[in-house]
């Protein structure tokens, strides 16, 4: 039986792209999202009509309902779902902890429940990085520079304040220098980062497990430069010839594989004025930029076709040994 697929947040961007590129392989599938009239809503943003398939979607519960995966794991059932392809990043720690709840057969294209946590904070994920060796830029929280000053001597000239869990460019903002800033009065849950000024570019990276068969995949995307949060931030200008970046290719694999994260991860560098790239953050999903490498979807459908491809993170746990029942 080949793979039925099942595309959620299929209102986003990310989710339109995903279902574009499942239509032009002339995959069936079926979209789902929490908001009300899922159809109409991708079709108000003329921006995108010519990407948004003609599919049909179901509306769930959202991520933050207790009955999310109830209702997620009865749509399964009654569709046939064995292929589920997360969009949205706030239901990634849901659906990571809760693959047991699916049968066995059921592939959640999500990584390992610890790993995705890690990831899913920006703070955890920079100070994970950082303890690696894997460079990043200086850093720190509004309720430490707070209480020590002289912690923003790495952080005297621009810096970026975002939000702890990813938002896309919502929520992200530059400010010209710290010294005006009231840090206690800034709001909890929020990431200082020093502003990194030189190219910038995203890494699709599809990452595997250690002693599997299948290789992981590394793309490199250069990005529209302008100014955080601001519009166009996260355009794409180009595809990186696999001649160039590789410094930033091998840096997007590192952090990859650091965090332990399989399947698809988008990760953000930025190159320093002296050239060298820092790793700004990590986002493990399968977004709107993977337009631009159709083998991240191609990975994703592989593990579909390859029965053993790393039953850890896209099935259940394997099954127990009769031997260990005693």
Not at 3 to 17: D, K, N, Q, Y
Not at 282 to 293: F, Y
Request: with cysteine; proline share 9%; glycine share 8%.
């Amino acid at each position: 039986m080949g793979p039925r697929i099942l595309v959620t947040g299929i209102a986003s961007a990310a989710g339109r792209t995903v279902a574009a590129q499942l239509e032009a392989r002339g995959l069936p599938y079926l979209g789902s999202d929490a908001r009300a009239d899922t159809r109409a809503d991708a079709r108000a943003d003329t921006r995108q009509a010519e990407t948004v398939p003609a599919a049909a979607a179901v509306r769930l519960l959202p991520p933050t309902d207790p009955d999310m995966i109830l209702d997620l794991r009865r749509l399964v059932d009654r569709e046939a779902i064995n292929v589920i392809i997360p969009t949205l990043t706030v239901e990634l720690p849901v659906l990571a902890a809760a693959r047991a709840g699916f049968a066995q057969d059921v592939r959640i294209i999500v990584g390992d429940p610890a790993a995705v946590a890690l990831a899913n904070d920006h703070l955890f994920t920079t100070w994970a990085l950082e303890a690696a060796g894997i460079p990043v830029p200086r850093f720190g929280v509004p309720g430490d520079l707070a209480a020590a000053p002289a912690s923003l001597a790495g952080l005297s000239g621009p810096v970026v304040v975002k939000p702890r869990v990813f938002e896309g460019s919502r929520g992200v903002h530059v400010l010209a220098g710290t010294a005006s800033v009231t840090w206690k009065n800034m709001p909890t849950g929020q990431l200082v980062q020093e502003f990194i000024p030189g190219a910038d570019y995203v890494c699709l990276v599809f990452g595997t497990p250690a002693r599997n068969a299948m290789a992981p995949v590394a793309v490199v995307l250069e990005k529209t430069r302008t100014p955080y949060g601001r519009a166009g931030s996260d355009e794409v200008s180009r595809r990186v010839p696999a001649s160039e970046a590789g410094d930033v290719r091998k840096l997007g694999l590192a952090a990859v594989r650091t965090l332990g994260l399989t399947g698809p991860v988008q990760v953000q560098i930025r190159r320093r004025a002296d050239g060298n790239p820092v790793v700004l953050g990590v986002c493990a999903t399968l977004g709107e930029n993977s337009t631009w490498a159709p083998e991240m979807l191609d990975a994703v459908l592989a593990t579909f076709m390859l029965p053993a491809f790393n039953p850890a993170s896209f099935r259940r746990c394997p099954a127990i040994p009769a031997d260990a029942l005693g």
